[in-house]
């Protein structure tokens, strides 16, 4: 009996730390955002169009962008809303050509911009601006509590 409860307590606190751990739906983004910039290569694209944001949906605007890899052309979108630099000018980005990063072993996993980069022509000197500055961009944490 004793070694029953053992086992329950250790699932339950086993369940309790897992919950502790969980990322935020904004983390998990960051993160990809900033995985598909660490591993990407740069292809150019071309930003399709915006859409508003809606109620019980993203923030902000979503930018929706194209772009061609090996012959196939991929059809992708990003929320800007975690991006305050992008999501201001993103009304005025329709129809402009832009670099895009995708990862090379899923290519359906892309970005227009990140935390540290940005393939929009118009606003890549407000990234680079960053590092010139010696600011440090707000990386992924390896903390493993957050």
Not at 89 to 106: C, E, M, N, S, V
Not at 109 to 122: F, Q, Y
Not at 126 to 139: F, M, Q, S, Y
Request: glycine residues 8%; hydrophobic residues 40%.
């Amino acid at each position: 009996m004793g070694t029953a409860a053992a086992a329950v307590a250790g699932a339950w606190a086993w369940k309790t730390v897992q919950r502790w751990r969980r990322k935020s739906p904004d983390e998990i983004e960051r993160l990809r955002r900033l995985g598909v910039n660490a591993c990407g290569r740069i292809i150019a694209g071309r930003i399709v169009e915006m859409v508003e944001p809606v109620a019980d949906g993203p923030a902000g605007p979503i930018l929706l962008y194209d772009y061609e890899v090996a012959g196939v052309t991929y059809e992708a979108a990003q929320d800007v809303s975690a991006l305050p630099e992008i999501a201001a000018a993103a009304q005025f980005l329709p129809g402009q050509t832009t670099d895009i990063k995708y990862d090379p072993r899923q290519p359906t996993n892309s970005i227009l911009a990140c935390e540290v980069w940005c393939g929009i022509p118009d606003l890549e000197p407000n990234r680079t601006a960053i590092a010139d500055r010696g600011e440090e961009p707000n990386l992924p944490s390896t903390d493993e509590h957050r």
